[in-house]
């Protein structure tokens, strides 16, 4: 047992990469809350330690931690949303409290801030140590450290409970995903349904000793039964499935979203603000709910007037005097393959999944001055891929891509960081970042659709915007910069998947290896926001939804609470829901973590992106020159100044929303 013990302390310790199958090992596992306590009460002794020195000894370095604890924690919930097992969550459900007890404990402690202030006050700082003391500081300013031990003691408990909320939110949509099957037994419905969607459901059968088809929670099968299945009745089903995940029975989200508003909403008392949504916007870039609000209601008004037309030309043209929620993609997807006679799963078969890799990494080697190597490991399963990434032949990051659903594995896409960049006196250690997707993997060449190649472009920026910060303090890196730029990055690479001129050096047949004819990419180039203003017209309900949950004055039961997401939706629609609509109870955007009153990032991050990338194609997007002044400007910065400076140092002016809305044809 000693041994054990040593070695995966070796393992933890190692500045290299981490031997993840043997950390994610059942022997592992098994003492990892054995591991977990014996960390935690070094990271203790250390903290006290560190609160005993006297404030003549303190130097910016004083603060610096090399947290084995962090890393091991991070590594655990990292095998939970991927591979979800009993094993992994008891792990967590048990040493959950104690690390967040520790973490309150550093965050509300008065004389941790004093050594800041000390430090800050009293120290040579350079331009970064300076900007890191003042985001310390801000945080334990904005977190009220001058409160009442009785408030500080109850935002300890609230904190606790909304980590527990979290998680279960969150287990409960994997949970019930996970029991999603739908079985059918007529092909002819299906016929149409691409050939690898086809052979996917027909193999989950044969598993089964069926001679049926088994469809499951996999996007791309979801996404292939809405736009190609014949039965209106089975889309339905479907989408019946989708907007109600997680709210009945064992697996209902709704007791957990009522706790969680109403802890957020004392949250926010205690601390001052009128409601949580306010209290979220103390980090953003936008100055309040209400501006936002008031720029996605003048949206949508002139998205719905567009969404109305797009609605009334699908009817005219296939005769039909009513269109559901559930028929919109089927009826559209046909109107564009015959008026426009463009077919997704042709263009589909010019995106082989491995010749997209090697485009990006070679994108990225040019213009990013970064190589990828990829590392012969079995990480912790045959389809996740390692790369080495160097920058002028010195190792700067480890990158992991986990690219095919599974079914114990969260249903969406992220980026996120399994060890961070640890600058600590002599051990610096190697950071790793990890992408997550949730593609559907063939037996044969795995194609992706356009929106997959995007995600794909749109994960891995996140990921690049972290490995290129130039500081060597973690804290200046991606995560700390305004949560409604950090979308601007990667948003803007996916133009490098549709615009015409890159388009035609990325998309080659995965047979024939021959180019994407240039008729077909003027057609995708076309129909660029063809049907787009319903799908933003959903968005921005979603948003409504997100923010104005959290901006409510009175208590919700289920019943208010259902009623008032649907009034929500049924304003921001034009397919009437019923009482059966329910996304709230699987919107992890919103319940998950730290993600409340922060959906609207994703449009308000566009309109800066569309500025910035009206701005590159002046310049134009291929040239050296334009990249070196995005990267010197922003990528490389992190967050060593505001987001709206960052933004301004590379526009020199500020934010224009001409070209979001030339864009999504809204002017």
Known sequence: MIELKQKILNELSSTLFPDLKFIYSDKVL????????????????????????????????SFEDDSLLDYFWHLLHHLKMVNSSEKVRKIIEIFRDKMDNFWNYVAYNKNYFDQLKYVNDNCTLDTEQTRIMYLRLKSFVDRWINLSTKDKQRLKEINIALSKLSEKFSDNILDDEALFEYFIDDFEIIKNLPKEVIKNAEEKAKQKKKNWYIFDSDPTSYQAIMNYCDSEIVRKDFESFKISTASSWKFDNRPVILDILKLKKEKSIILWYKNYAELSFNSKM??????IISLIEWISKKAKFKAIKELEELKEYHNITKINSYDFSYYSRIYKEEKFELDEKKVKEYFDFNNTLDYLFNFTEKFYWIKMSKLDINAYNKDVLVYEVYKDNVLIAYYILDPFF?????????????????????NNKIPIYVNVCNFQ???WNTTLYLREVETIFHEFWHSLHKILSESKYSELSWNEVEWDFVELPSQLLENWVTDSESISKLAKHYKTNDKIPKDLIKKIDNLKSYMSWNAILAQNSYTFIDLKIFMYDKWFNFEELDKFILSIANNNT?????????????????FWWWYSAWFYSYMRAEILEADVFE??????????????HFIKTLLWQGTRKKASELFYDFMWREVNDSAFLKRKWLY
């Open 30 to 61: 098994d003492v990892s809350l054995e591991i977990l306590e014996e960390l935690l009460e070094n990271e203790k002794k250390d903290f006290e330690d560190l609160l005993k020195l006297p404030k003549d000894q303190l130097t910016f370095d």
């Open 286 to 291: 936008a100055d309040s709910p209400e501006q």
């Open 406 to 426: 599974d079914k114990t594995k969260e249903s969406w896409a992220w980026s996120w960081y399994l060890r961070w960049k640890t600058y600590h006196l002599q």
């Open 441 to 443: 993997k063939t037996t």
């Open 574 to 590: 034009l397919f009437r829901r019923d009482k059966n609509y329910k996304p709230h109870a699987s919107f992890d955007h919103v």
């Open 615 to 628: 701005r590159i194609k002046e310049m134009w997007m291929f040239e050296r020159n334009t990249w070196e």
